[in-house]
């Protein structure tokens, strides 16, 4: 087990493990036990119930945060043609086909987010050993293979973000940095929630949502307790 710092076993104190917050208590917590000298990120960590081994039971996808994540992505963009100069025009950091392919080849990963027309996934696929294990490889559920470039990069930029079950069925997402206000980082907790309970696989059985935390980059995690999204809504 990692050794935890002073600052950390301090912070850790204030938060009481056994308790599940409202999500505006859970918010002030996190702020509270940031112990990073620079703008963390908060992120939130859902705990599934649901079978990650089962085909019928995965959950990938994307949403768009309303008030983003603090962090500017830079995203590149497989597209030749019209398609390539439109890309350009919506903002992405870079544009190329098969001198970007060769690019990534050879080590360079510049960029967050990868966006795909879908005539460039033949030559984009012969990158899988290494975008893959990164999570970079575009997929048309995150909506990042698509011939709507325009639509994908502005998305992106305005703090879109993917989430992804992993092998112990939870997910983790960003939903901003510790500086947001309260309001924002609890809307975009918000949505996160709210996409991840229409993603409910129909094979899921039982409790589905079955705990949920939110912590800093450096700082203990606060447990949430789901029930009061309600009363953030209302």
Same mark, same amino acid.
């Given at each position: 087990m990692a050794k935890r710092g002073k600052k950390?076993?301090?912070?850790?104190?204030? !938060?009481? &493990?056994t308790t599940a917050y409202s999500v505006t208590e859970a918010i002030e917590l996190v702020k509270k036990t940031n #112990? @990073? /000298?620079f703008d963390a990120t908060v992120e939130v960590a859902f705990r599934l119930g649901v079978d990650p081994r $089962?085909?019928?039971?995965?959950? &990938? =996808? @994307? !949403?768009v945060l309303p008030h983003g994540t603090g962090k500017t992505q830079k995203v590149l963009v497989f597209a030749k043609g019209d398609k390539a100069k439109e890309a350009e025009a919506a903002g992405a950091d870079y544009v190329g086909d098969a001198d970007m392919i060769q690019k990534i080849s050879q080590g360079w %990963?510049?960029?967050d987010v990868i966006v795909a027309t879908p005539d460039m996934m033949g030559e984009v696929g012969k990158l899988g050993r290494v975008l893959g294990p990164k999570g970079l490889m575009p997929?048309?559920? #995150?909506?990042? !293979? #698509?011939?709507? +470039?325009t639509k994908a990069v502005n998305e992106i930029k305005a703090g879109k973000v993917e989430y992804r079950l992993d092998k112990s069925g939870n997910i983790h997402v960003p939903i901003g /940095?510790?500086?947001?206000?309260?309001?924002k980082l609890a809307e975009n907790f918000g949505t996160i929630y709210e996409t991840l309970l229409k993603a409910k696989p129909a @094979? @899921?059985? =039982? #409790? %589905?949502m079955k705990n949920l935390a939110v912590t800093s980059t450096m700082g203990p995690g606060v447990k949430v307790d789901a029930s009061t999204f309600a009363a +953030? $809504?209302?």
């Amino acid at each position: 087990m990692a050794k935890r710092g002073k600052k950390y076993i301090e912070a850790s104190k204030i !938060v009481d &493990r056994t308790t599940a917050y409202s999500v505006t208590e859970a918010i002030e917590l996190v702020k509270k036990t940031n #112990t @990073a /000298k620079f703008d963390a990120t908060v992120e939130v960590a859902f705990r599934l119930g649901v079978d990650p081994r $089962k085909n019928d039971q995965q959950i &990938r =996808g @994307a !949403v768009v945060l309303p008030h983003g994540t603090g962090k500017t992505q830079k995203v590149l963009v497989f597209a030749k043609g019209d398609k390539a100069k439109e890309a350009e025009a919506a903002g992405a950091d870079y544009v190329g086909d098969a001198d970007m392919i060769q690019k990534i080849s050879q080590g360079w %990963f510049d960029f967050d987010v990868i966006v795909a027309t879908p005539d460039m996934m033949g030559e984009v696929g012969k990158l899988g050993r290494v975008l893959g294990p990164k999570g970079l490889m575009p997929n048309p559920k #995150t909506g990042t !293979v #698509t011939f709507d +470039v325009t639509k994908a990069v502005n998305e992106i930029k305005a703090g879109k973000v993917e989430y992804r079950l992993d092998k112990s069925g939870n997910i983790h997402v960003p939903i901003g /940095k510790v500086s947001f206000d309260d309001a924002k980082l609890a809307e975009n907790f918000g949505t996160i929630y709210e996409t991840l309970l229409k993603a409910k696989p129909a @094979a @899921a059985k =039982g #409790t %589905f949502m079955k705990n949920l935390a939110v912590t800093s980059t450096m700082g203990p995690g606060v447990k949430v307790d789901a029930s009061t999204f309600a009363a +953030v $809504k209302n």
